[in-house]
């Protein structure tokens, strides 16, 4: 547990695939904290002053520091409570490799997920097939990475479990919305099997939003874009 002296906050909401990376990284460190519910589609006073540049979650305040982006949470969590388990691979080149795919989730492939949501026609073809290209790209780097583990990060869970399994809830909803399998056993059954792995493990189980309330979320959304 953090020492009484330390005070951890973190600002997000429980939709949020990019929040809950800081709360698996708390929660593998074994840290307590804050949690500082957003309301969707208004910004606190906090999160304004908190996040300044990009005025958006999450948010971690350490000791009333803040430290913005999920990806940099992450690294700052394992690098201030090292004595945790390790997030980050050891060696450089494993690690080099675990923030190319991690890049890799947040540049291309999360966003043809968000396409999938709103598409329709070709649209929602292309946007299909380049997700499940993506998905075989993953495979590969999950048997590479893995060495015939249960996780990207070998026995424990680690910086691209962490990367790409935040956005299982969604990938989840999105399927069950298009009637679409994307994380097909036949095709990539070392992620599917990663899939539960990850799910099923202490410092996730409960973060994973239901996926029926995820596409309510989703609709609602939509439903105010349009308005």
């Not at 800081?22 to 996040?51: C, H, M, P, V, W």
């Not at 990475?145 to 990938?171: H, R, V």
């Amino acid at each position: 547990m953090a020492e009484s002296s330390e005070l951890i906050k973190l600002i997000g909401a429980w939709a949020s695939p990019y929040v809950m990376r800081a709360r698996i990284a708390l929660n593998l460190k074994s840290l307590d904290y804050e949690f500082l519910q957003e309301t969707f589609g208004s910004k606190s006073q906090l999160l304004l002053q908190s996040n300044p540049v990009y005025k958006k979650i999450p948010v971690l305040i350490h000791n009333d520091k803040p430290i913005c982006e999920s990806l940099i949470i992450v690294e700052y969590i394992d690098e201030v409570w090292s004595s945790g388990p390790p997030i980050l691979p050891s060696l450089p080149y494993d690690r080099a490799i675990a923030r190319f795919w991690a890049a890799y989730l947040d540049d291309k492939w999360f966003p043809n997920l968000r396409m999938l949501r709103a598409a329709a026609g070709e649209a929602r073809n292309e946007a299909t097939r380049q997700l499940a290209e993506g998905l075989l790209l993953l495979e590969d780097a999950f048997v590479k990475c893995s060495k015939g583990k249960a996780l990207f990060g070998g026995d424990e869970i680690g910086y691209l479990d962490i990367a790409f399994g935040s956005f299982l809830g969604w990938l989840r909803a999105t399927e069950k919305m298009n009637e679409v399998k994307l994380l097909d056993e036949a095709k990539t059954p070392g992620l599917a099997k990663w899939a539960e792995s990850f799910s099923s493990h202490a410092a996730v189980k409960g973060l994973i939003p239901d996926t029926d309330k995820l596409i309510e979320f989703a609709k609602m959304i939509a439903a105010k874009m349009r308005s």
